[in-house]
């Protein structure tokens, strides 16, 4: 049976570019399709959010920030999001298609054995360890959220309940209460706040676990009987695993983050190291366009691609969908984006601040007590035009106004710099059409 459906070609083009197909995965705000780029006939996944669904559930911030963290992540074993579309109605991820279904649909035939479980667990450290470096915290690991492709390796998927550093509370924890029950890690459970990166360490245990035994360490049909086991880390390994792996295990499950493993402990483990390869690859071969570069200085200007364009655009109503939390202003300049940072940095050395450049394109700044500091981040929208986001981080709103409003702002003033605005997206639209091709006319069949 093809992969393509047959149906009609104008109820299934997406774009002019992507012919939809067969459903395969379903939710409670977004279906998957696969889809076939019908200009170079690639598979890919179509992930299809209804913006009506979401509306008022307060999970917009999570489309968003799923759409960030998924744009920057490109590694072997994370599913890659080639582009992100949209019409007024829906959202569309176009990802990659992952031939082989989920580990859990594997796993549910039966306990893998435990050098196949130790290659998969290699993949999804390699993958964790990765977004961790980036300050990506994944929040739900488990079987389901793991795919495997056409030759057999993990690819992790579904970060709409990721977080970044930036969300970190000035105790340095995260506080959002989030993922699979029998996944959680304790600290969760305990409403203290905890480290992102422990927690994910925990769920990668529970998945090895459940890899090597074929069932979870904590489980009960009681759901407070299970997260006291939880709580207490209440397992019992099963008589086949070998004597290092219920040692590693033991590590992985340690109910005290403090004392818990970390990625680095790992690979120093008998039981990881063996047959571990680190792997190698070189990470701009997986950046198709995107602007993104982890280089000099003057190289970490993102460019805006389409969809950054069209979630900026409230003639498409995404505003709502994508509003930013916290204090902010965001600025349309005729200054380079090599000018805007360099006058960030200034103004920051001037006002005794510490400045650090961040990866991907902007500076933080910050006062030595680390009472207050905001962000600056730039996009390039045109050849002429580069967008600038000022963001604080902490501290008061009357001391973001006199170092940004008062200092830099008056700087970037000079360089024609105006409020980004519904005119303002309106030209970028019409200078953009070309690359976005998609009329507000053109929706798919359902819209």
Known sequence: MPEI??????????????????????????KVHYARNVQTGQSVAVKIINKKKIHGTGLAGNVKREITIMSRLHHPNIVRLHEVLATKNKIFFIMDFVRGGELFGKISKGRFSEDLSRKYFHQLISAVGYCHSRG????????????????GDLRVTDFGLSAVRDQIRPDGLLHTLC?????????ILSKKGYDGAKIDVWSCGV???VLSAGYLPFNDP???????????????CPRWMSPE??????KLLDTNPETRITVDGMLRDPWFKKGYKEIKFHE????????????????RIMNLNAFDIISFSAGLDLSGLFGDAGEGDRLVTQESPEKVLEMAEEVGAAADMTVRWKKECGVELEEFNGRFGFEVEVYRLTAELTVVEARKRCGDGVTF???????????????ATTSYNSEDEEQVDEQQNQELQQPESQQVAGD
Not at 179 to 187: D, I
Not at 222 to 236: P, S
């Open 5 to 30: 459906e047959q149906v009609a070609m104008e109820d299934t083009a997406l774009f002019g570019k992507y012919e939809l197909g067969r459903v395969i995965g379903c939710g409670a705000f977004a």
């Open 136 to 151: 990506v915290f994944h929040r739900d690991l488990k079987p389901e959220n793991l795919l495997l492709d056409e030759n």
């Open 179 to 187: 993922g699979t029950p029998a996944y959680v890690a304790p600290e």
């Open 207 to 209: 998945v090895l676990f």
């Open 222 to 236: 009681n759901l407070m009987v299970m997260y006291k086991k939880i709580y207490k880390g209440e397992f019992r």
């Open 245 to 250: 792996l219920r040692r590693f295990l033991a």
């Open 284 to 299: 701009e071969d997986y950046v198709s366009g995107s602007g993104i570069g982890y280089g000099p200085k003057d190289e």
């Open 401 to 415: 106004k006199s170092v940004w409003e008062e200092k830099l702002k008056p700087l970037l003033l000079g360089g």
